[in-house]
Nanobody, 124 residues
Framework: QVQLVESGGGLVQAGDSLRLSCAASGLTFSTYAMGWFRQAAGKEREFVAAISRSGSVIRYAASVKGRFTISRDNAKNTVYLQMNSLKPEDTAVYYC?????????????????WGKGTLVTVSS
């Protein structure tokens, strides 16, 4: 069965960095576009970043552009989210998602599989 397992979340101070990882299994990883979404308490889940099958196309939400970097290692079946200059408003549960597409989408219904999420908390 398909599994996406996020790791790397934690409690940090504003200005610090974290790297999230998402390990995939049960699918042919290189045939899926991968995305990161987040959901803060009391808010809707929102798009953060996504990367195409080969890594050639990358998209970011405006709120994280210039601070976050998405990457993937198809040999390791893993997608990463490097988060720098973290702000309190980045506090959320971060979810990894997989989409069997040849292009990169930013919408939740486009994604076929989801991880359970990892919590990132950024203090002032």
């Amino acid at each position: 069965q398909v599994q996406l397992v996020e790791s790397g979340g934690g409690l940090v101070q504003a200005g610090d960095s974290l790297r999230l990882s998402c390990a995939a299994s049960g699918l042919t990883f290189s045939t899926y576009a991968m995305g990161w979404f987040r959901q803060a308490a009391g808010k809707e889940r929102e798009f953060v970043a996504a990367i195409s099958r080969s890594g050639s196309v990358i998209r970011y939400a405006a709120s994280v552009k210039g601070r976050f970097t998405i990457s993937r290692d198809n040999a390791k079946n893993t997608v990463y989210l490097q988060m720098n200059s973290l702000k309190p408003e980045d506090t959320a549960v971060y979810y990894c998602a997989a989409d069997l597409s040849t292009v990169v989408y930013t919408t939740i219904p486009s994604y076929d599989y989801w991880g359970k999420g990892t919590l990132v908390t950024v203090s002032s």
